[in-house]
C-alpha cells in the first residue's frame, strides 16, 4: 500500500505565503508525476500545478507566477510554495502523485486534502 501525508495549509491574509508538502511512503518501487489539485465549495477539482519526473512543470493560469512546485525525489515529497495569495485561492488542496508499486502497473493516489483559507 501506498500513503500520502499532506502538512501545510491554514489561514493567511491576502498577499501572503503558504506553503505545502505531500510525503508518500510505501511500498513504492517508482514514482512518476506528481501535481497538486483544489478544490473550492461548489467548484470541481482543477489542476493546479504538476511536475513530471524529469521535473518539467506546468501551472494553471490562475496561479502562474505565484506558486511554484517543486519534488525531492529522495523523500518522495511534492512540495507547493503559494505566494501573493488572493481570497480566491481559498479550497482544499489535495496532492496527487502516481506510483509503481513492484511491477504492478503505476496507479494515482490522492492525499487526504488540507485546507487553505486565504481571508483578512
Known amino acids: 500500500q501506498v500513503q500520502l501525508v499532506e502538512s501545510g495549509g491554514g489561514l493567511v491574509q491576502p498577499g501572503g505565503s503558504l506553503s505545502l508538502s505531500c510525503a508518500a511512503s510505501g511500498s513504492i518501487f517508482r514514482i512518476y508525476n506528481m501535481g497538486w489539485y483544489r478544490q473550492a465549495p461548489g467548484k470541481e477539482r482543477e489542476l493546479v500545478a504538476g511536475i513530471s519526473t524529469g521535473g518539467t512543470t506546468n501551472y494553471a493560469v490562475p496561479v502562474k507566477g505565484r506558486f511554484t512546485i517543486s519534488r525531492d525525489n529522495a523523500k518522495n515529497t511534492v512540495y507547493l510554495q503559494m505566494n501573493s495569495l488572493k481570497p480566491e485561492d481559498t479550497a482544499v488542496y489535495y496532492c496527487?502523485?502516481?506510483?509503481?508499486?513492484?511491477?504492478?502497473?503505476?496507479?494515482?493516489?490522492w492525499g487526504q486534502g488540507t485546507q487553505v483559507t486565504v481571508s483578512s
Open positions: 496527487n502523485i502516481v506510483v509503481q508499486m513492484g511491477w504492478d502497473t503505476p496507479r494515482n493516489y
